[in-house]
């Protein structure tokens, strides 16, 4: 089977870094829309692989590898002209298509077909850009309330991790960290949640849980406190999402007001290599009367700091998906079974 396979021709490149058939074959955000405009090249590391993201003149965006095949030069060290990408080494031009338009020190002669840039899937979705290295297997995951206009949507980050890229979403499914991590603002630390009994089923879009229910004395960018039931789900295996159903309450917990309202986020990884990553989310909310979106945006760069911290600190780097390794408590389902799905899939880089 060849991999590599969204070019015809594969970068000599292509053996360094991670070989992992379900990541290469897989989507991964490698940055937000608006961090890429038209005109300048940008270098991007996903996978220990090396790439450069440019935006054509048309709007589309192009992932592509940081290589020229001329000499090997990196293409992210050189720069758009006439909407093509030119390499700084002996100025080959390379147009959106990836082919090569221009050899300068032969300019009256057609460029050889084979001199080629390599180009991989790119897709804007979300207000993110991804990219998958190989043959995808599926779709990018579907963010239910993207499309629901009565969700207001704020993104935030980047929040770079030193770790591994399956802790940080194992993190983002646990509930029972809320009250040390997130103490005054998911949780309480004097008077930890009791977390009752959920289950998790692996479902067409991945992993879902049942519904969590914690007190959150400061639940969300409004300040309140909540009654949150959050039903987490892994749509793939860097792709996180929870949709959080809650329920105004007083101070000690009680609700005082059980209309629903949801909030909902998104959570990607970009897996730089196996201890390294970038996660960016969008969160999605139908609350009434709407948060100033960079309250939204300020109470998130909180909240997945503190994780950042507890995160980094993990050991070892890369996640145990073999069940023997660590300990598993029944409130820690989700991740239990999170860690089994991974094995499931095949996966082999990342985790041990
Ligand atoms: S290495 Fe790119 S033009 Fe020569
Ligand atoms: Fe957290």
Request: hydrophobic share 40%.
């Amino acid at each position: 089977m060849n991999l590599i396979a969204v070019s015809s021709h594969q970068p000599v490149t292509a053996e360094d870094g991670c070989q992992d058939p379900v990541l290469l074959n897989d989507w991964h955000v490698v940055g937000y829309s608006t961090d890429f405009v038209a005109g300048t090249v940008y270098p991007v590391r996903l996978l220990e692989r090396e790439l450069i993201v440019w935006r054509s003149a048309d709007g589309q965006v192009h992932v592509w590898e940081d290589l020229c095949i001329h000499r090997g030069a990196r293409l992210s060290k050189g720069w758009i002209s006439n909407d093509a990408v030119v390499c700084p080494y002996h100025g080959w031009n390379y147009d959106s298509s990836g082919a090569c338009t221009l050899m300068p020190a032969a300019p009256d002669e057609p460029p050889m077909k084979k001199a080629k840039a390599f180009p991989y899937g790119a897709v804007e979705r979300y207000g993110f850009v991804w990219t998958c290295l190989g043959q995808p297997e599926t779709d990018i995951p579907v963010f239910p309330e993207w499309v629901d206009e009565a969700f207001m949507k704020v993104h935030s980050g980047p929040y770079v991790y030193a770790a591994n890229g399956f802790r940080a979403v194992e993190n983002f499914i646990d509930a029972s960290h809320f009250p040390f991590v997130h103490a005054g603002l998911n949780g309480v630390m004097d008077k930890p949640d009791r977390l009752e009994p959920y289950t998790v089923e692996e479902v067409d879009t991945g992993l879902r849980s049942s519904e969590v229910r914690v007190f959150q004395p400061w639940g969300d960018a409004r300040g309140m406190p909540l009654v949150a039931f959050y039903t987490y789900h892994t749509f793939r295996p860097l792709v996180g999402y929870f949709s959080k159903r809650t329920q105004d309450a007083d101070a000690q917990g009680q609700v005082v007001n059980d209309h629903s309202d949801t909030f909902t986020t998104l959570f990607t990884v970009q897996p730089v290599d196996a201890v390294n990553c970038i996660v960016r989310i969008c969160a999605a909310m139908n609350v009434s009367p709407r948060p100033d979106p960079a309250l939204v945006s300020s109470r998130a760069d909180v909240v997945y700091g503190q994780d950042r911290g507890i995160v980094e600190s993990q050991r070892p780097q890369r996640i145990p998906a073999d069940l023997r390794y660590e300990l598993h408590h029944r409130t820690d389902l989700m991740g239990q079974r999170y860690r089994s799905w991974l094995r499931n899939k095949g996966i082999r880089y990342g985790v041990i």
